[in-house]
């Protein structure tokens, strides 16, 4: 037998372990945008996904889609403006937002995955009823007068309820849903909603035994820059209080935080730019990033 073979058996041993604490588990997966535009690895993603299906995982994919949004409002001349790093969504802004998340992309990334060999679906959180969303509020303190004043980001949205029956029921027919972050209100208002929002709502909604949110950093750094690879929710809530958690990493602790909250056994930050990030992460004893546990 040779070395390769060998090394081959070696792997698929090892994984043994993971591949039975995942069996018929539900694995929510965030997809960031940053590589989507990258062919190579939108169809090694594709794969990754599919083999989870197939060795009976249950993953739903949340995708993001700025560098698309972006791209095609250049193309139609809408100039973008961004408060606290978000989209400030009015009404034409918020139809092409819809067009690009819930048409291209979605579809792109569902086909990346059943070209790989399992069945994937694209809805948006629109389908079905899944994301009940309200109009999303954010305040901030005037540096001259020192008033509290509330920001007007137009048709940005929060989830506000996930009814998750549409998930289950794709999940239960060995379908893989790719879903868009878009969400409805109660008066049939369209919001458009960070996709890590999303991803951390509907994980908890379906009791996911894993958020893997895949980004394009290490994981959360220590005061000494080192990755750090485990840390409970105490602990990363001191860490933002102490301010080594800051800027972009924030919003990312806070959606695996409020994860983990709602039942999910653990959320992780991920190196989406490392090859195979998500099957490194669930089936190896080493991992690609920074893990979050109640």
């Known amino acids: 037998m040779t070395d390769d073979a060998l090394d081959q058996m070696a792997i698929l041993a090892g994984a043994l372990p993971f591949l039975k604490r995942y069996d018929d588990q539900i694995v929510v997966v965030k997809y960031g ?9 939108a169809l090694r993603f594709g794969r990754d996904i599919a083999l989870l299906e197939q060795v009976g995982v249950n993953p739903v994919v949340v995708h993001g889609g700025g560098p698309q949004i972006n791209a095609m409002l250049k193309r139609l001349g809408v100039k973008s403006n961004f408060v606290q790093g978000l989209r400030v969504t009015d009404e034409e802004m918020l139809d092409v937002v819809e067009m690009v998340l819930a048409g291209p992309v979605n579809k792109q990334v569902a ?11 694209g809805i948006s959180g629109k389908d079905g009823g899944l994301i009940q969303a309200r109009k999303l509020t954010r305040t901030y303190r005037d540096p001259d007068s020192h008033i509290e004043k509330v920001l007007d980001l137009g048709f940005v949205g929060e989830p506000e309820h996930v009814d998750p029956r549409v998930l289950k029921l794709l999940i239960g027919a060995d379908i893989v849903p790719v879903v868009a ?10 919001y458009n909603i960070n996709a890590d929002t999303v991803a951390g709502a509907i994980a908890g909604a379906l009791g996911a035994e894993r958020l893997l949110m895949l980004t394009d950093v290490r994981g959360v750094l220590g005061p000494d820059g080192q990755l750090i690879p485990e840390m409970t929710v105490a602990e990363v809530k001191a860490g933002i209080e102490a301010g080594w958690i800051s800027a972009g990493m924030i919003p990312k602790v806070e959606t695996c935080i409020y994860a983990v909250e709602r039942g999910v056994k653990a959320a992780v930050i991920v190196d989406g730019r490392v090859p195979h990030a998500v099957l490194l992460e669930l089936f190896t004893g080493q991992g690609a990033g920074t893990l979050i546990r109640a």
């Not at 945008?33 to 690895?41: T, V």
Request: hydrophobic share 45%.
């Open 33 to 41: 945008g940053h590589a989507m535009g990258e062919e190579d690895a």
């Open 111 to 121: 086909s990346a995955i059943t070209r790989a060999g399992a069945i994937a679906v």
């Open 181 to 190: 972050p878009v969400g409805v209100g109660a008066d049939g208002q369209t």
